[in-house]
C-alpha cells in the first residue's frame, strides 16, 4: 500500500501526512529525511548536479537567477529518483504515506501506481512566503551569503517557480492537485487529501487539526 503527497516545499505536505498517517494508520515517510543519503549516493555515481552541489559556496547557491535554481531542483530530482524508487521498492509491502517535493508527476507515474495514489499539493506565494519566515532554521541555512535578503528573496521565487512547473505538470499527466492557501484548517484539507487519495475507511481514527493560516 503506497500513497505519495508530491507538490512543492512550504505547503504543509509534513504537517498534512503526519495527521492523514496517524488516521489511516500509515508509515509516514518524509522524503526530505532520505535526502541526503541518496544525494551521497548519486555522488558516488558520479551524478553531476550532486557532484555540483558537493563544492558550491552559500552565495553560489542562492545569488543565482531563480529560473535557474529551480530548472536545477527539478533535474536534482530526476537524478537521485532512482535511489527513491529503490527505497519505495523495498518496503513495497508496508502501508506508507510518503511525502516531498522530489516526487515529481512524471517520476511517479514511472511506478505505473494508480493516479489516486498521488497527490500535487503546492501553497499559494502569500502561503509560502508567510510560512518560511516563520521557519526558525531559515537564518541559517542562508548564513554566510554575501546578501540573505537577496538569497532568501531568490529562494521564494525559485519555488514559486517550481509549484508552478509541477502543478502544470500534475495536470497534464491527471494527477489530483490541490492548493493551501490557509483559508481551511488542517483537518479540512487532510479530510479533502483523503477523500483525493481514496485513502479507506478502515481503521480511520477521528482527530483534531489545527488552523494554519
Given amino acids: ?14 504537517t498534512l501526512a503526519s495527521l492523514l498517517a496517524r488516521k489511516y494508520d500509515l508509515l509516514h515517510i518524509k522524503l526530505d529525511d532520505l535526502v541526503d543519503e541518496m544525494m551521497s549516493q548519486a555522488s558516488v555515481d558520479s551524478r553531476p548536479i550532486c557532484l555540483l552541489r558537493q563544492d558550491r559556496n552559500p552565495d553560489q547557491i542562492w545569488l543565482r537567477n531563480p529560473e535557474e535554481m529551480a530548472d ?20 513495497q509491502d508496508r502501508p506508507l504515506l510518503v511525502e516531498g517535493a522530489g516526487l515529481l508527476p512524471h517520476l511517479v507515474k514511472e511506478l505505473e501506481w494508480p493516479a489516486s495514489s498521488y497527490l500535487c499539493l503546492t501553497p499559494t506565494a502569500d502561503f509560502q512566503k508567510k510560512h518560511y519566515k516563520q521557519r526558525e532554521w531559515v537564518p541559517y541555512v542562508l548564513e554566510g551569503t ?8 531568490n529562494w521564494m521565487q525559485r519555488d514559486i517557480l517550481f509549484a508552478q512547473m ?28 483523503a477523500r483525493l487519495l481514496k485513502l479507506p475507511n478502515t481503521n480511520k481514527i477521528d482527530i483534531k487539526g489545527e488552523n494554519y493560516d
Fill in 72 to 91: 536545477e531542483e527539478w533535474h536534482f530530482y530526476e537524478e537521485i529518483f532512482p535511489y527513491v524508487k529503490s527505497y519505495l521498492i523495498k518496503n
Fill in 166 to 193: 509541477v502543478r502544470k505538470e500534475a495536470q497534464k499527466l491527471g494527477y489530483p492537485s490541490l492548493m493551501t492557501d490557509g483559508s481551511r484548517s488542517e483537518k479540512e484539507t487532510a479530510e479533502k487529501i
Fill in 1 to 14: 500500500m503506497l500513497y505519495m503527497i508530491g507538490g512543492s516545499p512550504c505547503s504543509g505536505k509534513s
Fill in 146 to 153: 554575501s546578501n540573505p535578503e537577496q538569497a532568501f528573496e
